[in-house]
């Protein structure tokens, strides 16, 4: 399809461990967005990329999450040594640049759970 | 005081009913107002969009702005069960002449709308 895609969809890792999600926007998107929904938390920013710009990384919760995005396109979000706490679902969204109605285009998740 | 607050409900109603679902915000320089509708395991995806303050009408959904009190609301008229989801505000400060800003959202309120 033509919308968001995330990847994997569901992911089980032991604490300590290392993950990657990976998200492959809207062609032509040049804005991309890492949100974390935890349970009753609500959609939290993590980073946000916008065309050739220095990302904006002010929502990283620590030192251990890191994004890159390659090409303009795919990005993928890295949390090293894993802790229970990073238990959540990771949103990533596109939108057109300077999307002025804030409309962003939402994959459907990867679903993180730290053992 | 966070930037957004939600009251994360759940919110359960008889079908035909007329939902409120509101917000409040501290920062006054947000002007761009968002509603997410989010169903169950999946992205959020977007409802309504209201600049400034003001009112909006679509088909059953009504948005509305009241910037002096820092306060939206989104009412949904002849409720009905397929509304049945989470409800997320989002809202910024910037918009199409100064690029984009990350959304901020609120917590989500989970409606249920029985038949």
């Known amino acids: 399809g033509a919308g968001v895609s995330q990847s994997p969809s569901n992911k089980v890792t032991e604490k300590g461990k290392d993950v990657e999600l990976r998200c492959d926007p809207i062609?032509?998107?040049?804005?991309l967005y890492w949100y974390r929904q935890s349970l009753g938390q609500g959609l939290e920013f993590l980073i946000y990329f916008q065309g050739n710009s220095a990302p904006d990384k002010s929502g990283l919760p620590s030192d251990r999450f890191s994004a890159e995005r390659t090409g303009g396109s795919v990005s993928t979000l890295t949390i090293q040594r894993t802790q229970q706490e990073d238990s959540a679902v990771y949103l990533c969204?596109?939108?057109?640049?300077?999307?002025?109605?804030?409309?962003?285009?939402f994959g459907e998740g990867s679903r993180l759970t730290v053992l | 005081q966070k930037e957004v607050e939600q009251d994360p409900g759940p919110l359960s109603v008889p079908e035909g009913a007329i939902v409120s679902l509101n917000c409040t915000y501290s920062n006054s320089a947000f002007q761009y107002f968002m509603w997410y509708r989010q169903y169950s395991r999946k992205g959020p995806e977007l409802l309504m969009y209201t600049y400034s303050s003001g009112n909006k009408e679509d088909g059953r959904f009504t948005a509305q702005v009241d910037k002096s009190s820092k306060y939206i609301s989104l009412f949904i008229r002849d409720s009905q069960p397929s509304d049945s989801a989470t409800y997320l505000c989002a809202m910024s400060a910037s918009g199409q002449e100064s690029g984009n800003t990350p959304l901020v959202f609120g917590k989500g309120t989970r409606l249920s709308v029985i038949a």
């Open positions: 062609s032509g998107h040049t804005a």
């Open positions: 969204a596109s939108s057109l640049a300077l999307a002025g109605t804030g409309e962003l285009f």
